[in-house]
């Protein structure tokens, strides 16, 4: 698997935590009360699965090598991939003072903002810098890159963190009524 297709894989779990959020959105503004429990869930998650693991493997990994291959670090898509993790990043902290103070509004208004966000950043990954990122990176840049996010996972994750957040989402989209992803057998996992 590509380390593109991985980046997309996990893009795809991150939209299905999206949707949960916006579940508990959706349920605030109707009147009931804040789901303390699953929006602190989806706080780790996002904290955990999408910013430190999936924002740390873009940041860490791809955008140097990008930048490397003549991306420009300053101006292009690269800055602008990196200047909304930081917004994302805001927006969380917002999200989970909303929660720790019990204040549904400021919970759906900050809620609401970041999936916003996070969707139109997945997009434009998705739709422009994945796939100039594959055309500009050679074979070998790939598999160096599949081989850094491999250690990004188990030695600075840690072993069976992935798959605890996977089923943190999954836990979370059950107890929400929201579809899973739909992501390949070996979603965000790379083998040699």
Sequence with gaps: MKATEIL?????VIEQVLTCLEKLADR??????????SAREALEFFRNFAD???HGKEEAHLFPLLEAKGFGPQAGPTPVMRH???????????????????VPADFVRHARNYIALLRDHIRKE????????AAFLSRA???SLAQRF??????EMG???????????????GRLDVPRAQVTPTCCHVHH
């Design 8 to 12: 997309m894989d996990e893009h795809r």
């Design 28 to 37: 605030c503004e109707a009147g009931e009360k804040l789901d303390g429990k």
């Design 52 to 54: 430190r693991c999936h």
């Design 84 to 102: 909304e993790h930081e917004e994302g990043r805001k927006l969380l902290a917002a999200i989970a003072s909303a929660v720790e103070r019990d």
């Design 126 to 133: 998705d739709q422009c810098l994945f796939p100039m990122a």
């Design 141 to 143: 840049d790939a598999d």
């Design 150 to 155: 491999e250690h990004v996972e188990h030695a």
């Design 159 to 173: 072993e069976g963190t992935h798959e605890h957040y996977l089923q943190l989402a999954n836990d979370l989209a």
